[in-house]
């Protein structure tokens, strides 16, 4: 069975500085991670996507995510945050196994401060 | 050009009504999905279809019934509304041998149940 944990329901950070978000999943194959993000009252936008490529996956809009098989984790960066990165970010996990679906994470608030 | 269209994007409602919730995408993709959103913006999968046949319900109740008249197409029908089904519901699509991709999703349908 696959889940997922986002260890932060809320992140509070400054405008310009360093986005931290984390995730822990759970998976009995090879998984497939992505990072969702949902900006207020708006759909789903991929941010990005691990499929056993490179580890250090980049993304849209200046995130990234690396993913370590070791520590079961793949936790979500951007160097500087703006304004505009205040949203709810989902880690979800994908199992062909498990039939293609989707495990979304909790969710993590991101609030940015000017 | 939207590429996962529902129809309504705000839907209120009285208990006891029935409801329907139209989806349709134009990317060509085997599976369409049924998400739900709760009131703590958590995602979790009701529904998959792939090409036309059902391939996963989660538990839940028969109240809602997906309907794929074609692979472009996934409606979900919702009989005798209760509070407890007021969320935001997401049709999402996916291509079949490509899971790991990454999923399209719509904007979503807010029901509000009164």
């Known amino acids: 069975a696959q889940s997922v944990t986002q260890l932060d329901s809320h992140v509070s950070v400054s405008e310009g500085t360093p986005v931290l978000l984390r995730c822990n999943y759970s998976?009995?194959?090879?998984?497939?991670l992505f990072w969702y993000v949902q900006h207020p009252n708006k759909g789903l936008q991929l941010l990005l996507k691990?499929?056993?490529?490179?580890?250090l996956v980049k993304g849209i809009n200046g995130f990234e995510a690396e993913f370590k098989k070791s520590e079961t984790s793949f936790h979500l960066t951007k160097p500087s945050a703006h304004m505009s990165d205040a949203a709810e970010y989902f880690c979800?996990?994908?199992?062909?196994?498990?039939?293609?679906?989707?495990?979304f994470g909790g969710g993590t608030r991101v609030l940015v401060k000017p | 050009d939207t590429a996962v269209s529902q129809t309504p994007k705000y839907l209120v409602t009285q208990m006891g009504n029935d409801k329907s919730i139209k989806c349709e995408q134009n990317?060509?993709?085997?599976?369409m999905y049924w998400y739900k959103q709760d009131s703590k913006k958590f995602l979790k999968i009701m529904f998959s279809?792939?090409?036309?046949?059902?391939?996963i319900n989660e538990t839940v109740p028969n109240r809602f019934s997906p309907k794929s008249p074609d692979k472009a197409h996934l409606n979900l029908h919702i009989n005798s509304l209760e509070l407890g089904d007021s969320a935001v519901y997401f049709c999402?699509?996916?291509?079949?041998?490509?899971?790991?991709?990454?999923?399209?999703f719509g904007s979503g349908t807010r029901l509000t149940v009164v």
């Open positions: 979800v996990v994908s199992e062909k196994a498990a039939g293609n679906k989707l495990t």
């Open positions: 998976s009995s194959y090879s998984p497939s």
């Open positions: 999402a699509s996916s291509q079949e041998g490509v899971f790991n991709y990454g999923y399209t």
């Open positions: 990317l060509g993709h085997d599976t």
């Open positions: 279809y792939n090409n036309k046949e059902l391939i």
């Open positions: 691990y499929t056993s490529a490179a580890t």
